[in-house]
């Protein structure tokens, strides 16, 4: 029997748990040697995405800790990088679905640089 390193769907993990299971099945998907295995493994990315809840999604968007908004650019960046994956994979509309996903998560900046409008005369 196979053994995983990471806990049942019916327990309870952590955004950083849930992360962690969908960029183990997002890799899984990227080295599948079949397009069906890559979409099934893309499927079970999605679904440990899913996990982490909206409610979680708006505490971690708005807080201003560092860890917060650094967990926040590793979901956007794992939704993008799937919805390329699908792309690549001929299925726009699930693709679609992760870039919006992606805009939700939000990319964050870790600081904000200075920005200077320079204009002459």
């Known amino acids: ?3 995983s390193p990471f806990s049942p769907w019916r ?12 960029n183990f099945h997002l890799e899984n998907a990227r080295k ?10 893309c499927k079970d990315t999605e679904t440990a995405l899913a996990r ?9 968007v708005s807080s201003s800790r ?5 967990l926040c650019n590793e979901i956007a ?3 993008s990088e799937l919805g390329e994956l699908l792309d690549g994979l001929r299925h726009p509309t699930k ?3 992760c870039y919006k996903n992606e805009e939700k ?17």
């Open 77 to 79: 960046s794992t939704y």
């Open 66 to 70: 560092a860890e917060d908004r650094v």
């Open 105 to 121: 998560w939000g990319y964050i900046p870790l600081w904000t640089p200075l920005r200077i409008r320079l204009s002459f005369m």
């Open 95 to 97: 693709a679609q679905a």
């Open 1 to 3: 029997m196979l053994s």
């Open 32 to 41: 599948a040697k079949s397009s069906e295995l890559a979409v099934t493994s």
């Open 11 to 22: 327990s309870v993990l952590t955004p950083q748990a849930a992360l962690d299971l969908a």
């Open 52 to 60: 982490i809840r909206t409610s979680v999604r708006k505490t971690y």
